[in-house]
């Protein structure tokens, strides 16, 4: 059945206008006390240095920001990946009839939910990552890796020096944001009506099959729209790894404004590189949910 989209008109009114003049007012009563009474000295002339430069056999690079920014990338995707199949399997396991494994997976989800990402983040890197990586060999097989395999690393993950911090990173942060997949999950299995679980089993299915071929495609209508929102959060959540020093986006604004003392400009063009990152996945995410709900 298809829908006709309603045509939405938007006006600007007089509280519109109001709000947007004390923004702007606010914001140049800002810049004007860290003009006047901090003396700070803008030197915005700097910045595109930090974003490319010039290398004399390469052309025009990369430099410490953009790569940055790329380390982001790559952290919050491969995050993604792994999240999603730790929460589908939590998610899945907390819907099932076993009782086990409904405890196992509540017992994690609230357990993960419920401590801050940063010790979290400790937690792993200083004891269990230290723990594991030389038991299953990890940091020899990074260190012996033959140098075509580390170029592919380098791309798709890190360089081979920072791979273990890379790697350490990408499990955590998968852990903390599985459990709010886990959770996306099951809100959308629970949500589909239990007549339908019903008639699949009048079918003579095992529940395996009602899963697959009649729960979950009605189900997904339901978990993409929060799946696409979690990608966003992941891409925030991810500045948490800095203090494990993970050279993403935030981790080079501190380095970069230790090293020039360029508080502001620093700090604002990585503000903006974060919001075009995050309203971009925004906008896809949104175009993403419409679609589904016209669909229905």
Not at 74 to 97: C, M, Q, Y
Not at 200 to 215: D, E, K, M, T
Request: aromatic share 10%; net charge positive.
């Amino acid at each position: 059945m298809t829908h006709t989209r309603p045509c939405r008109k938007y006006r600007l009114c007089l509280l519109d206008i109001l709000l947007l003049l004390l923004l702007v007012a606010g914001l140049s009563l800002f810049l004007w006390h860290v003009v006047t009474r901090f003396g700070y000295r803008w030197d915005w002339a700097a910045i595109p240095q930090f974003l490319f430069r010039h290398d004399p056999e390469e052309g025009w690079v990369p430099n410490v920001l953009v790569r940055g920014l790329f380390t982001t990338i790559r952290l919050s995707i491969w995050t993604t990946i792994l999240a999603l199949g730790i929460g589908v399997v939590a998610g899945l396991a907390s819907t099932g009839r076993s009782l086990l494994f409904r405890m196992l997976a509540r017992t994690y989800v609230e357990l993960v939910r419920n401590l801050p990402p940063l010790v979290l983040i400790f937690i792993f890197y200083f004891f269990i990552y230290s723990l594991l990586a030389p038991i299953i060999g990890l940091d020899d097989a990074i260190r012996t890796m033959p140098d075509g395999l580390a170029s592919v690393a380098a791309v798709l993950l890190d360089d081979r020096s920072r791979l273990p911090g890379f790697i350490s990173g990408v499990l955590t942060l998968a852990i903390y944001e599985g459990a709010y997949i886990a959770e996306i999950v099951r809100g959308g299995i629970e949500s589909v009506d239990r007549e339908q679980w019903e008639a699949a089993a009048s079918l003579g299915l095992p529940r395996s099959a009602q899963l697959r071929l009649v729960i979950l495609p009605q189900a997904l209508k339901i978990i993409i729209p929060p799946l696409a929102g979690q990608f966003i959060s992941t891409i925030k959540d991810s500045a948490i790894v800095s203090v494990i020093s993970i050279q993403e986006l935030t981790f080079q604004g501190l380095e970069l404004m230790a090293a020039t003392y360029l508080t502001f400009e620093v700090w604002i063009t990585i503000t903006l590189m974060y919001l075009i990152l995050t309203l971009g996945c925004a906008m896809l995410a949104r175009r993403l949910e419409r679609r589904l709900r016209w669909r229905v």
